[in-house]
């Protein structure tokens, strides 16, 4: 006769192997596209290349000690939207712009130094590459 005690060691096995398997996998649209990320005091910058059917807002901590920020935009959008916003340590946003607009820009005035730097994709397709930094 079976106890319950060994009944109970297979469901832990299984539950235990269903787990490590979820774990192992991400949930995250932006990972199979492994994008580079460099953010450092005064300098952010991302590169996702061959970026397919995305949607997802993703936001990132960034160090500014300057008022401003210069933004460098070269990004293909083949499909969907993709839009960069900053905000300054307060919250304010300071900067908005789809990153279809290639280009070099400048944010608005902002203040604190714990910014964020928020990108928006929606049904995107291409290759994401901006930067930003510190005047």
């Known amino acids: 006769m079976r106890t319950q005690r ?18 192992g996998c991400s949930d995250d649209p932006f990972a199979p596209y492994e994008p580079e990320i460099n953010n450092e005091a005064g300098t952010f910058q991302l590169q996702a290349t061959g970026v397919e059917g995305v949607s997802l807002t993703r936001s990132y ?42 280009g070099t820009y400048e944010s608005d005035a902002g203040t604190g130094t714990d910014w964020t730097i928020r990108i928006i994709l929606t049904d995107y397709t291409g290759t994401v590459n901006f930067r930003v930094e510190s005047p």
């Open 6 to 23: 060994t009944r109970f060691i297979p469901f832990v096995l299984a539950a235990t192997a269903l787990w490590l398997v979820a774990a």
């Open 61 to 102: 901590a960034w160090t500014s000690e300057a008022a401003t920020a210069n933004i460098n935009q070269s990004t293909t959008v083949d499909r969907g939207t993709a839009t960069l916003r900053i905000f300054d340590g307060e919250g304010t946003q300071i900067y908005e712009r789809s990153l279809a607009s290639n």
